[in-house]
Structures are given as structure tokens and as C-alpha cells.
């Protein structure tokens, strides 16, 4: 099973600002790596799919980057929409498909 | 649009069993790989099971033997049959889209909006 670690668990940072999050897999999923966005009480939305083409309607400020092993999502300038957790997923090799333990971005 | 709209949550003893199902409108079902994804309360998603667009149906290890997937093409459904529930169970669990078996790979898009199944004495 390949074991998804994101870093940080909290992301304290204030709009307008750059936000960067971090995924790391135990073993190379080659760029098999997509992103989500969850809000309290709302299931998870689809960001980022392939390390770095964004989904249908997700604004320019998201891009997403890596490869192999490491990982990278940017928010450009946190929205206050932005504010959530998110969380990396890898695709690669399967079953099972398995996620990171997610980073929540709270405003500073 | 494409939807996904799950039901059969519910407040289960330990033991007992439960079938979610989950209704997808707005695509071509058959061809796309569907997957339960569950969060416990204040946890990280957690894979459950899939069915490929083959048919073929594949689960995590924590509730291999126990949960049983199953589709319907002609109602664009999935369902799960939840067996030997455990308080460890207890969670919101979604249904979301994956990839068109054969060519494209599992990103996880649309998702439902989740139902509740909290196992309790």
C-alpha cells in the first residue's frame, strides 16, 4: 500500500497570500496524484488530477506541481472561499486508492 | 449535470448490517469505475471498495469479507451491502466517480453528498 503523508496538518496564512502544501508517497506514483478541496459538512471537491491539470471550473490561483515521489499544491492568493482542508490522493497503483492525512487552511 | 446521490444510512448495533445505494445520472455509467469513500468523524477519506467498468469489484482489507459491492447498469446504480458492522465503521460514506475503465485513470470526480451510517449499542 502506498502510504500519502501531507505536510502541513494546519496552514495558518492571511488573504491574499501564497499558500503551499505538500504530499509526499512512500514509493514513486509516477504523476498519478490528484488534489482535493473539503469544507466542514461538504464532500470533497476535485482540484488538481495528473500533479497539475486543474478540474473543470477550478480558478488559475490552484496549480499543482511534482512528480515521482513529492508533491506540491499552490493557492496563489487565498480567497476567502479557499479557507478548507485539503487533501492528496494517489492513483498509481491500486488497490487501495489511498489519501493523505489532509492539511486545513485557517486564516491567520 | 452529472450526479451522484446516495441514500441508506442509518444508526445500526454492532452486528448488524446495512445496503447503501448510490444513483448516478447525467453520464454514461457503464463505462466509468465507481467507488465508496468514507471519512470517519474528524479523519482523513478512507477507500472502501470499487467496481470497475468491467464489473469487477475490489475492496480495502478492513472490510474485506464483511462489505459486498454490487451495480446495476439498467438503474445507473451501486450499491453496498454492509455486513458484520463494527463501531470502527461509523462514518459518512460517499460515492464518487472514477475513471472510463480501460482509459482514463481514477481521479475521483464527482462526488455524492454522503450518508451517515453510525454503528452503536
Known amino acids: 500500500e502506498i502510504v500519502m503523508t501531507q505536510s502541513p496538518a494546519t496552514l495558518s496564512v492571511s488573504p491574499g497570500e501564497r499558500a503551499t502544501l505538500s504530499c509526499r508517497a512512500s514509493q514513486s506514483v509516477s504523476g498519478e496524484i490528484a488534489w482535493y478541496q473539503q469544507k466542514p459538512g461538504q464532500a470533497p471537491r476535485l482540484l488538481i488530477y495528473?500533479?497539475?491539470t486543474r478540474a473543470t471550473g477550478i480558478p488559475g490561483r490552484f496549480s499543482g506541481s511534482g512528480s515521482g515521489t513529492e508533491f506540491t499544491l499552490t493557492i496563489s492568493s487565498l480567497q476567502s472561499e479557499d479557507f478548507a482542508t485539503y487533501y492528496c490522493?494517489?492513483?498509481?497503483?491500486?488497490?487501495?486508492?489511498?489519501f493523505g492525512g489532509g492539511t486545513k487552511v485557517e486564516i491567520k | 449535470e452529472v450526479q451522484l446521490v446516495e441514500s441508506g444510512g442509518a444508526l445500526v448495533q454492532p452486528g448488524g448490517s446495512l445496503r447503501l445505494s448510490c444513483e448516478a445520472s447525467?453520464?454514461?455509467?457503464?463505462?466509468?469505475?465507481m467507488h465508496w469513500v468514507r471519512q470517519a468523524p474528524g479523519k482523513r477519506l478512507e477507500w472502501v471498495s470499487g467496481?470497475?467498468?468491467?464489473?469487477?469489484?475490489l475492496y480495502a482489507d478492513s472490510v474485506k469479507g464483511r462489505f459486498t459491492m454490487s451495480r446495476e447498469i439498467a438503474r445507473n446504480s451501486v450499491h453496498l451491502q454492509m455486513d458484520g458492522l463494527r463501531v470502527e465503521d461509523t462514518a459518512v460514506y460517499y460515492c464518487?466517480?472514477?475513471?472510463?475503465?480501460?482509459?482514463?485513470?481514477?481521479?475521483?470526480?464527482?462526488w455524492g453528498q454522503g450518508t451517515l451510517v453510525t454503528v452503536s449499542s
Open positions: 447525467g453520464f454514461t455509467f457503464s463505462r466509468h469505475d
Open positions: 490522493q494517489q492513483y498509481n497503483n491500486w488497490p487501495p486508492l489511498t
Open positions: 467496481v470497475t467498468g468491467a464489473g469487477d469489484t
Open positions: 495528473g500533479a497539475s
Open positions: 464518487t466517480r472514477g475513471g472510463v475503465w480501460g482509459v482514463s485513470s481514477n481521479w475521483l470526480d464527482p
